[in-house]
């Protein structure tokens, strides 16, 4: 076999892989690009320790690998959530499909809480007294996201996130700062004490979750 039909064997071979490979990565495209419209709950939304929420949303293509969703969540107290996303899937060497975005969220809550007032007279702790107060909150912000969907059969998806971003808390609360500084279960934890005293400010925001879906068009 000559060198020239050596060269042209090699030629034919190298374009056979790569068009089986460009074959792979369509194929594999396919399965990343948003092509489906679907229904979700985010279960996990209900154990949040201070906001307990049953949410649920959609998610729709709106061009090529990218994708829009919204939700909207009632807390289980007093109050609603919305959140907004923009995604971006990208290709991966996985039959999975993973994800970037931006979502911005806003949520508005009040509840009740109920505690008691201890005093201290020359060191001693005198008996405490029962108080109720009203607490109402304001939070919105933006954050960025990567996540991660796993289809199940042809019509349930399972989507992984996690993500940080920036938040502005608006807590009020209807009791003095002297009460507060005196309320026993307050000081017995620090989560819910910092949950519930006024505040007016930034905060970095963390989020980890999982969306359950329901594909119901393609």
Not at 28 to 44: A, D, M, N, S
Not at 109 to 115: F, M, Q
Not at 152 to 173: C, H, P, S, T
């Amino acid at each position: 076999m000559t060198a020239n039909k050596k060269n042209a064997l090699t030629v034919i071979a190298l374009l056979v892989i790569s068009l089986l490979q460009a074959q792979e990565k369509k194929a594999l495209l396919e399965k990343v690009k948003p092509h489906f419209y679907y229904l979700f709950i985010e279960p996990f939304a209900v154990l949040q320790p201070y906001s307990s929420t049953a949410r649920f949303g959609i998610e729709v293509p709106i061009y090529k690998r990218m994708s829009a969703t919204a939700s909207y969540g009632i807390n289980l107290t007093e109050g609603y959530s919305i959140k907004a996303e923009l995604k971006r899937y990208f290709l991966t060497d996985r039959s999975d499909a993973r994800y970037l975005s931006v979502e911005g969220f806003y949520k508005t809550e009040a509840y009740t809480v109920h505690d008691n007032i201890r005093v201290f007279e020359n060191g001693i702790p005198t008996p405490t007294t029962p108080v109720s107060y009203y607490v109402s909150k304001q939070v919105n912000g933006l954050r960025a996201k990567f996540g991660e969907v796993d289809k199940w059969g042809k019509r349930f998806i399972l989507d992984y996130y996690g993500g940080i971003g920036i938040r502005k808390r608006m807590v009020d609360a209807d009791i003095t700062q002297a009460k507060q500084d005196s309320l026993y279960h307050y000081h017995e934890s620090m989560i819910n004490g910092a949950s519930n005293k006024t505040f007016h400010g930034y905060t970095v925001d963390f989020t980890l979750g999982l969306k359950i879906g329901w594909i119901y068009a393609r």
